[in-house]
């Protein structure tokens, strides 16, 4: 072989190693390139579920880092970490002081071909934002809610707002959701591609009928068909929303995908509207003539997790009612009923969310009578007051959620009944100088006294109310989804 054929297949030689060396080197970095997105969608995951379960930070994120081996974490080639950070820095905190965000850091070692082994990185951050909604009220939320036949009380709810009441009763019982970012643009409180600001939505002026309208339209084919009508109370009574919705914007809560049942908005409205028939109210014949005004509608909430555990991120109210009668046609009186409050304080999110909890006080307000005597002008009084006690339970935990929503309530009723009420009664009336004399030779006065405590019972157990009780349904607990990804 010539000189020149050799140096001819010395050039062809080091051209195919060359080519060779390279075509591996490609496929080493592609390796590379691949295993990196690899491990960062592994880092994405554990960030999120670690998010999702930031209450387990002591015990080292278990559930987060058994999640990410199910989708590929190799304990052979993988270093994972996972910890609590000041959200968007990389500094980082004790498990004890996790509180909504987590950093983590995967690094895969992989082999690159004549690369040898190349580390890969990927660093994740999450931060849990969850969202809670609901609605707080008596005994009544929980028989109308049901989707069973409607109470007395809110048939002529119905009838007052001229509500077929039929499709009243299937609206009441809609587990529709409605996010209230699209809720404020029907509205016109938003425009498209705004973001959702709690406070002004608050402050929006509505009457029952243009926010029923709003949020059947954002429900969409969930909703029930029912048509809202122009007129009455439905269509007259502005109430702004903060009247029935309930949200702390004062600290550094983001309400990011809020939404709330559309039962509960129906529910919460028709009692804003009602508040503003006027006479003597809403009128029940029910054996005894009973007339209900609506002092004040129940109020929804939507809670999101504080910074500082402990701390109240929401307060709401039940509905209050004066329902007045007359007993034995000689004897009036006058029951003011509801009015307790739930004050939501944390959200304790675990995986699963079974383990979930929200930790919650409640208040009753005190019921209270008033009894007339008309036929009793003695010593200038004819009225005597009472009331039963409050009652209150604090850091009561709402516990076992179903992944991604909740239906719940708890039921909170005082110590004290209604039998009290008619003891304070007839305390007042002999505390009265004079008034005993009448009644001990008026034998139907007597009598009409004695069946006070009957009618007090027959009167709130119509109406759907006990005594001190308060109802929280939490309809929406959202975890897992508002754990986003932060870098």
Avoid: H
């Avoid at 077929?164 to 016109?188: H, K, T």
């Avoid at 006058?334 to 675990?350: E, F, L, N, P, R």
């Avoid at 209604?418 to 100088?433: I, K, P």
């Amino acid at each position: 072989m010539s000189s020149r054929q050799r140096g001819a297949m010395t050039i062809l030689t080091v051209f195919i190693m060359l080519m060779t060396v390279g075509a591996l080197a490609v496929l080493g970095l592609g390796q590379v390139v691949w295993e990196k997105e690899e491990v960062q969608r592994i880092a994405d995951l554990a960030a999120k579920a670690a998010a999702s379960d930031i209450a387990n930070a002591p015990q080292g994120f278990t559930a987060a880092v058994d999640y990410a081996r199910r989708n590929g974490l190799d304990d052979s080639t993988d270093n994972l970490s996972i910890n609590c950070n000041v959200r968007g820095t990389d500094t980082l905190l004790p498990a004890n002081a996790c509180d909504r965000s987590v950093l983590v850091r995967l690094v895969r070692n992989v082999p690159a071909a004549f690369l040898g082994t190349e580390p890969v990185v990927a660093v994740a951050e999450a931060t849990v934002t969850p969202v809670i909604s609901g609605l707080v009220g008596t005994n009544l939320l929980a028989l109308n809610l049901n989707g069973s036949s409607l109470s007395p009380l809110m048939s002529a709810i119905g009838t007052e707002l001229r509500l077929n009441l039929l499709g009243f009763q299937g609206l009441l019982a809609s587990n529709a959701q409605v996010d209230l970012l699209q809720l404020g643009v029907e509205l016109g409180v938003f425009g498209t591609g705004d973001q959702l600001d709690m406070a002004r939505l608050l402050n929006t002026e509505v009457t029952a009928a243009r926010l029923l309208d709003a949020a059947l339209s954002v429900a969409g084919p969930e909703a029930p068909v029912i048509a809202i009508p122009g007129n009455g109370p439905a269509d007259t009574v502005d109430f702004l929303l903060s009247e029935v919705l309930s949200a702390d914007t004062s600290g550094d809560s983001e309400f990011a995908g809020a939404s709330v049942r559309l039962g509960n908005l129906a529910f919460a409205s028709s009692f804003a509207a009602a508040s503003g028939v006027g006479g003597n109210g809403i009128r029940l014949n029910l054996g005894n003539t009973l007339n209900v005004s609506v002092l004040s509608p129940p109020q929804l909430f939507v809670a999101t997790k504080r910074n500082t555990d402990g701390s109240v991120i929401a307060t709401a109210r039940t509905e209050q009612l004066a329902v007045s009668t007359r007993i034995s046609g000689l004897l009036n009186l006058t029951v003011t009923a509801g009015g307790g409050s739930v004050d939501i304080k944390d959200i304790d999110c675990k995986l699963p969310q079974s383990d979930s909890a929200v930790l919650v006080d409640l208040d009753s307000t005190p019921i209270a009578a008033t009894l007339g005597l008309p036929s009793l002008p003695l010593l200038g009084q004819r009225n005597i007051n009472a009331n039963v006690g409050s009652g209150s339970a604090n850091d009561v935990p709402m516990v076992g959620y179903p992944d991604p929503t909740v239906t719940t309530s708890y039921s909170f009723e005082a110590s004290q009944g209604v039998g009290n009420l008619l003891t304070n009664l007839n305390t007042g009336v002999g505390a009265l100088n004079g008034i005993l004399t009448v009644l001990a030779t008026n034998p139907t006065l007597r009598s009409a006294l004695n069946s006070l405590g009957g009618g007090i019972d027959e009167i709130l157990e119509v109406l759907g109310l006990e005594a001190n009780e308060v109802y929280v349904q939490v309809d929406n607990m959202d975890c897992f989804n508002t754990a986003v990804l932060t870098r």
